[in-house]
């Protein structure tokens, strides 16, 4: 744990002395001394220069050595596989698109896995976005890949190439990300939807805390109820199906007007993010006007577009430090 702070301290500062790190994270000195002492013996941090002096000697400045780990962050779409490589700073130092494996299984999934661990010997981390509901590592929920249905990522990863795995649902992932663009407030409440391209899903964080639920499923909202008889991906198909253009936007701001509507009376959030490729501002006018008309316009949230892609890859690139940060 000692170590796990000092870390942090070092990547959120980029150079620090020790009294700076024992003043930030409340460690004796001794303890901070002897601990940086040991993790420059290691290879683990770098001695880079001198600070400022208070009087009488200039005291040692300390950062992370960027070569001591990497991690890799991959995000599975169905047409491709995204690949950066990071080292221990958190700087992406190789991004790469391969050929997508959703549709094809495990086996390319692994294989291309394996050409970065050659590249990178002292790659210790793998975190892994993908389009489905996630419990502990394994996909229960993947509609449209059967053959990563059931797919334990993390059991399977951690034993075949040692390294430490964490899985994340695609939403869940770029609700993280933009959380952390807007600066990790933890009275924040957000849900971050997207219709995409494997149906509609949607991040959701409350009081800072993303929302997973008790089976995982939270985010699922294709099957959230809406009108009739109908769900919200059945409207949305519906809307799309449409050959008036006018009819076809009408329909679809309807139905996430209605989805608006169903988040504010739950989880009541500060903010509802689209992505900016999916709907303009015009049409969260028209979405905030349609939904005043469910409930008082007083409640609901603010509703923002947002690069979906930007804060996907984002999302994934601080989970990677931050588990590089805790690892053994």
Known sequence: MIRQHIRATLYQEKESTKVEIAQSTGISFPTI???IDEMQDAGEVLLVGLGISSGGRRPSTYKLSPTYMTGLAVCL???FSSYLVLDYEGEIIRREI???VLQVGPELLT??????LALYPNLRVLTLGVPGAVNNGCTFHIPGYERFKNFNFKAFYE????LRVQVENDMNATVIGYYDHVGNDDSLSLVYLYLGKNGPGAGI???????RGRTFF??????????????FVQLLDDAFATQDINESRLRLVEAISRLVVAFTATINPHSVIFCNSELTHNDLVQIRHKSASFVPEENLPDLIVSDWQQDYFHGLHQMT????LVVN
Do not use: A
């Not at 939270?218 to 769900?231: A, C, F, R, T």
């Open 33 to 35: 001394s002897k601990t």
């Open 77 to 79: 779409e169905k047409d």
């Open 98 to 100: 391969l050929p997508g």
């Open 111 to 116: 294989e291309q896995i394996g050409t970065f």
């Open 159 to 162: 034993e075949r190439f040692s």
């Open 205 to 211: 964080i409350v009081n800072g805390h993303v929302i």
């Open 218 to 231: 939270s985010g699922e909202v294709s099957y959230v109820p809406l009108s009739g008889n109908q769900n």
């Open 321 to 324: 430090v931050r588990n590089m």
